[in-house]
C-alpha cells in the first residue's frame, strides 16, 4: 500500500491536488496539469513554477504523454473491481510471479539459488520501478530534443549568415574586378591613343617627303619641257636660249635628288614595346596586398569587418546577430586572421593612430574563444596592448615609451620562437619576447571603444622594408 499511495503521489497534481490531466513538464522537471498551470500563470502574471519558482523557458508546453499514460493506467487500476489481477506463471497459474530488476519474470516456486546475486521484486513494484526509470529517461531525451533544437536554430542562423556572406563576396568580386577591368580599359584605350599619336607623325612624315618629292618632279618636268623646246631651235636663238636657261639647268642638276627619310613607317616598338607589363606595373600601384586577411567568421559580435578583410572597429551601436559556430570569439571583442603560421618569418603593420584601447599580436590555434582569461602567453595569447594611456607587454608588464606609435610592425620568427613589436615610424624596439611554439600562430587583434579618437578602427597593412 506505502508503494501505491507513493505512486499516486507521484501521479498528483501539485496545484489542483488530483490525478494529472493533460499533464506537462517544466524544464525543471516538475509536472502540472496543463489546464491548473496555465491558470496559475494568468493569476500571477508570471511564468515560474509553482513549486520551485524557477522561470520557464519553453514558449510552448507539450503533453507528457508517458506521464499521461501512466495516470490513464494508474486510474483504471483503481477502478477496476478488485483492483488489477496479478500476472501468473504458465506453469504454475496458482502463483503470482515475481519479477527481478532487469530480466524477465520469476516464479516463486523456482529455488532462488537458480537468480544468485538478482533483487527479486514483485511484478507491481518492477512495473513502477521501471516506469520512473522511463519517465527519468522521457525527461533526458526532452532535453536531448531541446538541445537538438537549438543546435538546429544555430544551423539555420548559420545558413542564413552564409547566404548573406556569398552576397557580400559576390558583391565585392564584382566591385574589385570591375576597378580592374576599368583600368584596363582605360589603359587599352591609351595603348590605341599611342597608336594614333604614331599613326598621325607617320602620316605627317611620310606628306612632306611626298610634297618635296612632287616639287622636284615639277621642276624636273619643266626643265625637260624647256630642254625640248631648246633643242627645236636653231642658230642664234639656241643660243641665245641655251645661254639664259643654262645657269638654272646647272644649278638643279649640282643639287642632290630628295632622299627618303628615316620614320616613314610606324615605330612599333615604341607602341608596342612591353605594353603588358607597363600596364601590369600600374596595376600594382592600384591594387593593395595585405599579408594578413582577417576572417570575420571569428570576429565576435561587438565588431564590424570591413569587405575587404583588411580593417576592423567596434561597433558604436547594438551587436550584430551571428551565430555561435565553433570558430567565433564569443567572450571578448576580438578577431583573427585567417592564415595561421607554423614555420619561417611573417610580419605585418598595423595602423593604431589615436585610438585608445587595442591588443595585438598572436594567438594559437586552440586558444579558448569562448571564455574569460587575459591576454597571456599561459592563455595562448602573446600581445601588446594599450589601455587606459598605458602600454603593456607579452607578459603584461607595463612599457614606458618615449611616443605613442601610430603604427605597429608584428613579427613572428616560428623557427627562433620569438615575436617581436616595434614602432614601425622609427623601428625602435617596443618589446620582445621568446617562446616555444607548439601550435600554429594565428594574428589576433582586441578593439576596444575607440571614444573621441579619430581613429576609429585599426587596419593592417604590408610592411616596408625589413
Known amino acids: 500500500m506505502e508503494k501505491i499511495s ?21 524544464t525543471c522537471h516538475h509536472s502540472f496539469c496543463s489546464d491548473c498551470l496555465q491558470e496559475y500563470w494568468d493569476q500571477n502574471s ?78 507491481d513494484s518492477g512495473v513502477i520501478e521501471k516506469k520512473e526509470q522511463l519517465v527519468s529517461q522521457q525527461q533526458s531525451l526532452f532535453q ?5 533544437l537549438d543546435t538546429q536554430t544555430q544551423c539555420e542562423q548559420i545558413q542564413e549568415l552564409a547566404h548573406a556572406q556569398v552576397e557580400a563576396c559576390e558583391r565585392r568580386i564584382r566591385v574589385e574586378f570591375e576597378l580592374l577591368h576599368r583600368f584596363l580599359q582605360q589603359e587599352e584605350e591609351s595603348a590605341l591613343r599611342a597608336l594614333r599619336q604614331e599613326q598621325s607623325r607617320q602620316t605627317q612624315t611620310i606628306e612632306a617627303q611626298m610634297v618635296q618629292i612632287r616639287e622636284e618632279l615639277c621642276t624636273v618636268e619643266q626643265n625637260l619641257l624647256t630642254v625640248e623646246d631648246l633643242l627645236k631651235k636653231q642658230n642664234m636663238d639656241f643660243l641665245t636660249q641655251y645661254r639664259d636657261t643654262h645657269k638654272d639647268r646647272q644649278t638643279l642638276l649640282s643639287q ?7 620614320g ?13 607589363f607597363n600596364a601590369w606595373k600600374k596595376m600594382r600601384a592600384l591594387v593593395q596586398y595585405s599579408p594578413v586577411i582577417l576572417d570575420p567568421n571569428t570576429a565576435a559580435s561587438r565588431l564590424y569587418v570591413s569587405e575587404d578583410l583588411t580593417r576592423v572597429r567596434r561597433r558604436e551601436t547594438e551587436e550584430q546577430q551571428v551565430p555561435d559556430n565553433p570558430e567565433r570569439f564569443w567572450y571578448y571583442a576580438e578577431v583573427e586572421g585567417s592564415e595561421g603560421f607554423s614555420s619561417g618569418s611573417h610580419q605585418w603593420d598595423v595602423e593604431v593612430g589615436d585610438h585608445p584601447r587595442w591588443v595585438i599580436g598572436l594567438a594559437k590555434e586552440s586558444v579558448d574563444k569562448k571564455e574569460e582569461r587575459n591576454a597571456f602567453p599561459e592563455n595562448g595569447l602573446w600581445c601588446l596592448g594599450l589601455s587606459d594611456g598605458e602600454y603593456s607587454d607579452v607578459v603584461g608588464e607595463t612599457l614606458v615609451l618615449k611616443r605613442s606609435p601610430q603604427r605597429i610592425r608584428v613579427r613572428l620568427d616560428c623557427d627562433k620562437g620569438t615575436v617581436s613589436f616595434f614602432d614601425a615610424g ?15 600562430m594565428f594574428p589576433y587583434f582586441s578593439i576596444g571603444e575607440s571614444g573621441d579618437a579619430e581613429t576609429k578602427e585599426i587596419k593592417v597593412y604590408c610592411s616596408e622594408g625589413k
Open 264 to 276: 616613314l613607317l610606324i615605330n612599333q616598338p615604341k607602341v608596342l614595346a612591353n605594353v603588358a
Open 256 to 262: 642632290p635628288s630628295p632622299q627618303l627619310r628615316p
Open 144 to 148: 536531448r530534443r531541446d538541445q537538438a
Open 6 to 26: 507513493a505512486v499516486k503521489d507521484f501521479l498528483t497534481c501539485p496545484v489542483c491536488l488530483d490525478t494529472f490531466k493533460e499533464p506537462v513538464s517544466l
Open 426 to 440: 622609427d623601428m625602435s624596439l617596443i618589446c620582445s619576447h621568446k617562446d616555444r611554439f607548439t601550435e600554429k
Open 46 to 123: 508570471t511564468r515560474n513554477c509553482p513549486l520551485c519558482r524557477r522561470k520557464s523557458s519553453k514558449e510552448h508546453l507539450d503533453v507528457n504523454f508517458a506521464l499521461k499514460e501512466l495516470t490513464v493506467s494508474f486510474s483504471q487500476k483503481e477502478e477496476a473491481p478488485g483492483g488489477e489481477r496479478p500476472v501468473a506463471h504458465a506453469s504454475h497459474p496458482e502463483q503470482t510471479p515475481l519479477f527481478y530488476t532487469g530480466e524477465e519474470p520469476m516464479c516463486p516456486v523456482y529455488e532462488s539459488s537458480l537468480h544468485p546475486g538478482h533483487k527479486v521484486v514483485t511484478v
